[in-house]
T-cell receptor, first 113, second 114 residues
Framework: KQEVTQIPAALSVPEGENLVLNCSFT??????LQWFRQDPGKGLTSLLL?????REQTSGRLNASLDKSSGRSTLYIAASQPGDSATYLC????????????FGQGTTLQVKP | NAGVTQTPKFQVLKTGQSMTLQCAQD?????MYWYRQDPGMGLRLIYY???????DKGEVPNGYNVSRLNKREFSLRLESAAPSQTSVYFC?????????????FGPGTRLTVL
């Protein structure tokens, strides 16, 4: 059974710092991996989607990498800002390729001014 | 575009009551999904509809039913609510079920069952 883990559960950094969020999964047979952002009391916003054949995706200050063989993905946030404070979730589309996402529990990021 | 909308935003039920959570999307997406989010458990898939006219069970379907009313709308029904169904429910949609398409989420419904 696919399991997705995100460590750490919470992270606090000063503004301007570059940071890395980690996501690991137990079954490397995935079709894609998505990173989402969730603000308190809100829904999820898709940040980046990496296909299984890709190594990384970039959007603005965000860069996500994928290493299927090791079962790991990282989300790199450059020059963090207080507005980046949120919970970041990763999810994998497992081997059934049905769009059924399996989520990690998230990393709650606080960026201090 | 409103994206994915959900009603109601909040609901309190007593044990044994029934209710239907409504979801609609205006992006002409084929696939729709229902998740629940619980502290310490993350988001878990309840049911999904890969295309209009089809539905299938996800990870935690017990106690729920769904209806794909048309291409736009996908409802989730609790026939006899239980305290264990207290959760935040999210609806999502994607262009189709293929691996190329990201999922877009609604704002959620916060349900409390007393």
């Amino acid at each position: 059974k696919q399991e997705v883990t995100q460590i750490p559960a919470a992270l606090s950094v000063p503004e301007g710092e570059n940071l890395v969020l980690n996501c690991s999964f137990t079954d490397s047979a995935i079709y894609n991996l998505q990173w989402f952002r969730q603000d308190p009391g809100k829904g999820l916003t898709s940040l980046l989607l990496i296909q299984s054949s890709q190594r990384e995706q970039t959007s603005g200050r965000l860069n996500a990498s994928l290493d299927k063989s090791s079962g790991r993905s990282t989300l790199y946030i450059a020059a963090s800002q207080p507005g980046d404070s949120a919970t970041y979730l990763c999810a994998v589309d497992g081997s059934s390729n049905t769009g059924k996402l399996i989520f990690g529990q998230g990393t709650t990021l606080q960026v201090k001014p | 575009n409103a994206g994915v909308t959900q009603t109601p935003k909040f609901q309190v039920l007593k044990t044994g009551q029934s209710m239907t959570l409504q979801c609609a999307q205006d992006m002409n997406h084929n696939s729709m999904y229902w998740y629940r989010q619980d502290p310490g458990m993350g988001l878990r898939l309840i049911y999904y509809s890969a295309s209009e006219g089809t539905t299938d069970k996800g990870e935690v379907p017990n106690g729920y039913n769904v209806s794909r009313l048309n291409k736009r709308e996908f409802s989730l029904r609790l026939e006899s609510a239980a305290p264990s169904q207290t959760s935040v429910y999210f609806c999502a949609s994607s262009e189709d079920w293929s691996s190329y398409n990201e999922q877009f989420f609604g704002p959620g419904t916060r349900l409390t069952v007393l």
